[in-house]
């Protein structure tokens, strides 16, 4: 079985701050796991994506997230936010399934950014 | 350009009318989701279809159905019988390469989405 929690709902950062958005997964077996962002009614736009080639992932727009089997979990960072970033983020996991493979999405963490 | 178009962006449904949502690729993926998303919860799955001429349900087909007649094409009708048909419908694809593991890496590609409200 696979599931995937982020944990927080909703995180606060001031402009030029770190942002560290949480997400921990459960899985049978060696998953992909994928960030995604969301703008208000917008689609979904791929940031990263881990597939077991390197543990430490950079993805678009200063986002890096580092896989730690250890501690089943997939973080996102950015070193300093930009007010751009204020977004939804959901963190996916994807992994086998009964004929083929599942994905399932995270909850979402509504990131703020103050000015 | 290449990517996932949907139509229309906005869509009002009366009570007891079916209404069909439109998503188009150009990606040559041959698979294509649909799902729903309602405030602070994830997506949901409603169908999917990994190759022309089938598709299956996925955890909230009840309510919805859809066809899958070209590989550039999957429509997706609301019918009557969802009760609160009411959400933001984001459709995607992804390239699906059989059950070989680096199928498992395919991201999917989003389109724009379909805000539904029932009046």
């Known amino acids: 079985a696979q599931s995937v929690t982020q944990l927080d709902s909703h995180v606060s950062v001031s402009e030029g701050t770190p942002v560290l958005l949480r ?22 736009q791929l940031l990263l994506k881990y597939t077991s080639a390197a543990t430490l992932v950079k ?8 896989f730690k089997k ?27 399934y009964t004929g083929g493979f599942k994905t399932i999405f995270g909850a979402g963490t509504r990131l703020f950014v103050k000015a | 350009d290449g ?24 990606l040559n993926h041959d698979a294509m989701y649909w799902y729903r998303q309602d405030p602070g919860q994830g997506l949901r799955l409603i169908y999917y279809s ?10 909230i087909a009840e309510g919805y159905s859809v066809s899958r007649e070209k590989k550039e094409s999957f429509p997706l009708t609301v019918t009557s019988a ?5 959400a933001f419908y984001l459709c995607a694809s992804s390239l699906a390469r059989g059950l070989a593991a680096s199928s498992s890496y395919n991201e999917q590609f989003f389109g724009p989405g379909t805000r539904l409200t029932v009046l």
Request: charge should be negative.
């Open chain 2, 3 to 26: 990517g996932i178009t949907q139509s229309p962006k906005y869509l009002f449904r009366k009570e007891g009318q079916n209404v069909t949502l439109s998503c188009e690729q150009n």
């Open chain 2, 50 to 59: 990994q190759i022309v001429n089938d598709f299956q349900k996925g955890d």
């Open chain 1, 59 to 66: 993805g678009i727009n200063g986002f890096e997230a580092e």
């Open chain 1, 70 to 96: 250890s501690e089943t979990s997939f973080h996102l960072t950015k070193p300093s936010a930009h007010m751009s970033d204020a977004a939804e983020y959901f963190c996916v996991v994807r992994g086998p």
């Open chain 2, 82 to 86: 969802q009760k609160n048909p009411t």
């Open chain 1, 23 to 44: 997400c921990n997964y459960s899985s049978s077996y060696s998953p992909s796991l994928f960030w995604y962002v969301q703008h208000p009614n917008k689609g979904l």
